[in-house]
């Protein structure tokens, strides 16, 4: 097989997260034929570690696809890119002051990927697959970032897109998504009312979609969320960081980076222990902080409450929290709960250091805070906080924060009035 | 001077575009203090060759400081990069159908720089200096992405940030920067009433602000506009596209991307042809336009007129004019007018390649277009299309045209209504 110069990858086959099962990687399985549980691609490590070299990888473009031999995509001519990831991992030394620890960095998933979500690292691999399978139409039902990307790769690609948005998306989110030629509608209601109603409709009669909607587990494009890690670790010269938090739904964020940091270690590629990896919920709505914390083995639905952090407002994670609690504490990490006062001051925070993003991303600063306050960190560790959705993803949002300029005539009088207010009052 | 650790520039001067007077780097000069005329930092290219190779170059980190010997910033410590540049380069077979060509690519420096325009790669060179030089405040007047960028990196570098955004400025640009802690207003009025407004209110008590504002020729940042060139080179296998189209303003945008290209031919990195340069302008404000076909030496203002291109919308360039005629005149490449029904054409295509830009940034698409038709290029030459502002720089424009999607309440009919009307009617 290794010999055909346009295979690129070492994928072997699919494993079920809950029984072990293996299955192949020639279509897409929803989930474990035997028990139903999440299923994970696995990698033939020892011909990666013996036929390939980190420097080789980093020598090529920056883009999720220099780690092609850990992505599930067969063909090389299949890859659909709009030069997603090789995100900046930047160093915030005011912030790392404010909240008072001595190496803080924010790897930057949101300003820099193209459609100004984290959602790009997978929706390349997902299309990427729906192309190499055959898949004309792809489909989703998001609260917006996983729809924007979707619409973007889908064009490029020249597939059809069907995007259901739900309640909590932004106009901007849906504005890009219907830009980029989607078909698209938005239903008004509670999200399980939604996908209830959804599932009623499609069950029986759901045409051959690549679907990547949410409670729907595509097994191969999360295998994009693992190059963020790998990018880390390159950043940091091949070592590790002590701390990872990441904004989290359900969350792949978390699952997907720590297999990340796995396999690299595994192969060779990266010094220093593990990360202890971090999952931040608003307190509001926080199933998985409410597992880890009471110590349970399963995730039990919330009570849905309000938050300003809306992308990663579920209140019930299903299957995939279990998977996360058990990445949570193999790697001696921990789960924290924000308010939206936290959120608005990591908000914030991080315009501070030139970085504007939606409520949801702001998140993980915060929760640095509270691992200190709690003891369960060092403030000489290193820590890295992702922050996944841009700002203008929610435009309204950041006016209400932070307002809009004045409009004032072309008249001197107007001009000096700001200009010297701006010098007796401006604190930097 | 060159082996002490922390210089990384090649820098040796700054000479006069019109007089070839010379002066240091040292400070900043807004103009030759002979002549008047605009100023344009020069290297030592022969050292440069002889100490850097291109293979060291590309195996640096992604960003524009990768090219750091052809930048003007000299102790490496004053960086200020939130990860802007090494943006990608991406073939558009979609286009290059429609255009009727054989290869095209569009070099994306909206999507994925850190505000969402080319402007990071002059503000990224620009705060450095400032940080360099000692300024504590920074300074523009800007239609809008200038002003982005500024409150971003000035933020990032801890300086204080002034900015007047003018007549033109979006909603999106000016709530960006007070999200980044910019002292902002916006002025309403004819451009020219602006300037001359706020030039009364400003000259003799003036303060020592870093001030990088149109019709001010900050003389180092905008070398940050040359790492475009050597980005699509080095993309390209370092070699040269036959033509780059920008769309243009003064056009710095031309000018520095010809220099960038004519420095890596000069340094023996790149092959073939240096490419023809074309400036792209709204047929209804396009004095570079006017003077390149009607063989003027010096740019004559125009009268503004309406369009949708409202970022590069601009009636008099000033000295600026006459550099990029002499530009385009040297590569022997053309200077063409877009109407909104051609920029609409272009957003369109733009849209089937999943990239989604402001007006302004669409312009080259339909320009490639005019140039074929003219006869002046020919159809298997190869063009690259600079799209400069990211389409959520202009929501309300982008609803205009594209619209959002329909609401319905989470009812099974209503669902199926939608899907079965998606089925029906949709068409790639």
């Given at each position: 097989l290794r010999n055909r110069r346009w295979i690129v990858t070492y994928i072997e086959g699919l494993r079920c997260v809950r029984c072990g099962e293996e299955i192949g990687y020639e279509r897409v399985v929803y989930s474990c034929p035997r028990c139903g549980g999440l299923l994970d691609p696995y990698y033939n490590y020892n011909s990666i570690a013996e036929n390939v070299k980190r420097?080789?990888?980093?020598?090529?473009?920056?883009?999720?696809?220099?780690?092609?031999?850990?992505?599930?995509?067969?063909?090389?001519?299949?890859?659909v890119s709009l030069g997603e990831g090789g995100t900046p991992l930047i160093k915030c030394d005011k912030i790392a002051e404010a909240l008072g620890v001595s190496e803080l960095y924010v790897k930057d998933d949101a300003l820099t990927n193209p459609t100004g979500s984290l959602k790009d690292r997978q929706i390349s691999v997902g299309v990427s697959k729906a192309v190499e399978l055959g898949y004309d139409t792809t489909f989703t039902i998001t609260s917006g970032n996983n729809g924007a990307s979707l619409a973007?790769?889908?064009?490029?690609?020249?597939?059809?897109?069907?995007?259901?948005?739900?309640?909590?998306?932004?106009?901007?989110?849906?504005?890009?998504?219907?830009?980029?030629?989607?078909?698209?509608?938005?239903?008004?209601?509670?999200?399980?009312?939604?996908?209830?109603?959804?599932?009623?409709?499609?069950?029986?009669?759901?045409?051959?979609?690549?679907?990547?909607?949410?409670r729907v587990f595509e097994p191969f494009m999360y295998e994009g969320r693992k190059t963020n890690a790998m990018e880390v670790c390159e950043s940091l010269g091949w070592k590790n960081p002590d701390w990872v938090l990441h904004p989290s739904v359900g969350s792949m964020g978390v699952i997907k980076a720590w297999k990340g940091y796995?396999?690299?270690?595994?192969?060779?590629?990266?010094?220093?222990?593990?990360?202890?990896?971090?999952?931040?919920?608003?307190?509001?709505?926080?199933?998985?902080?409410?597992?880890?914390?009471?110590?349970?083995?399963e995730i039990v639905p919330v009570e849905p409450g309000k938050t300003i952090a809306e992308a990663i407002a579920c209140a019930d994670t299903g299957d995939l929290g279990k998977w996360t609690l058990d990445a949570l504490r193999e790697s001696g990490g921990s789960a924290v709960g924000v308010?939206?006062?936290?959120?608005?001051?990591?908000?914030?925070?991080?315009?501070?250091?030139?970085?504007?993003?939606?409520?949801?991303?702001?998140?993980?600063?915060?929760?640095?805070?509270?691992?200190?306050?709690?003891?369960?960190?060092?403030?000489?560790?290193?820590?890295v906080c992702e922050v996944t959705g841009a700002g203008w993803k929610n435009f309204s949002f950041a006016e209400g924060v932070f307002g809009l300029p004045k409009v004032i005539p072309p008249e001197e009088k107007e001009i000096k009035k700001f200009l010297s207010e701006y010098l007796e009052n401006f604190s930097a």
């Amino acid at each position: 097989l290794r010999n055909r110069r346009w295979i690129v990858t070492y994928i072997e086959g699919l494993r079920c997260v809950r029984c072990g099962e293996e299955i192949g990687y020639e279509r897409v399985v929803y989930s474990c034929p035997r028990c139903g549980g999440l299923l994970d691609p696995y990698y033939n490590y020892n011909s990666i570690a013996e036929n390939v070299k980190r420097e080789d990888v980093s020598r090529r473009p920056s883009s999720i696809w220099k780690w092609k031999e850990l992505l599930p995509v067969i063909n090389e001519s299949n890859i659909v890119s709009l030069g997603e990831g090789g995100t900046p991992l930047i160093k915030c030394d005011k912030i790392a002051e404010a909240l008072g620890v001595s190496e803080l960095y924010v790897k930057d998933d949101a300003l820099t990927n193209p459609t100004g979500s984290l959602k790009d690292r997978q929706i390349s691999v997902g299309v990427s697959k729906a192309v190499e399978l055959g898949y004309d139409t792809t489909f989703t039902i998001t609260s917006g970032n996983n729809g924007a990307s979707l619409a973007a790769y889908s064009a490029k690609a020249g597939l059809k897109c069907v995007i259901i948005f739900t309640t909590g998306a932004t106009k901007e989110k849906m504005l890009m998504a219907t830009a980029l030629g989607a078909r698209t509608i938005k239903i008004k209601g509670e999200d399980s009312l939604v996908a209830t109603a959804v599932n009623n409709v499609l069950s029986g009669e759901k045409p051959d979609w690549y679907d990547c909607g949410f409670r729907v587990f595509e097994p191969f494009m999360y295998e994009g969320r693992k190059t963020n890690a790998m990018e880390v670790c390159e950043s940091l010269g091949w070592k590790n960081p002590d701390w990872v938090l990441h904004p989290s739904v359900g969350s792949m964020g978390v699952i997907k980076a720590w297999k990340g940091y796995k396999e690299l270690s595994k192969l060779g590629w990266t010094t220093g222990k593990l990360p202890k990896m971090t999952a931040v919920q608003p307190a509001n709505v926080a199933p998985i902080v409410k597992a880890f914390r009471e110590k349970l083995s399963e995730i039990v639905p919330v009570e849905p409450g309000k938050t300003i952090a809306e992308a990663i407002a579920c209140a019930d994670t299903g299957d995939l929290g279990k998977w996360t609690l058990d990445a949570l504490r193999e790697s001696g990490g921990s789960a924290v709960g924000v308010t939206d006062d936290d959120v608005v001051y990591g908000l914030k925070l991080l315009a501070r250091e030139g970085i504007f993003v939606e409520p949801s991303a702001a998140v993980t600063i915060p929760a640095v805070k509270k691992l200190l306050d709690e003891g369960v960190a060092d403030r000489n560790e290193i820590f890295v906080c992702e922050v996944t959705g841009a700002g203008w993803k929610n435009f309204s949002f950041a006016e209400g924060v932070f307002g809009l300029p004045k409009v004032i005539p072309p008249e001197e009088k107007e001009i000096k009035k700001f200009l010297s207010e701006y010098l007796e009052n401006f604190s930097a």
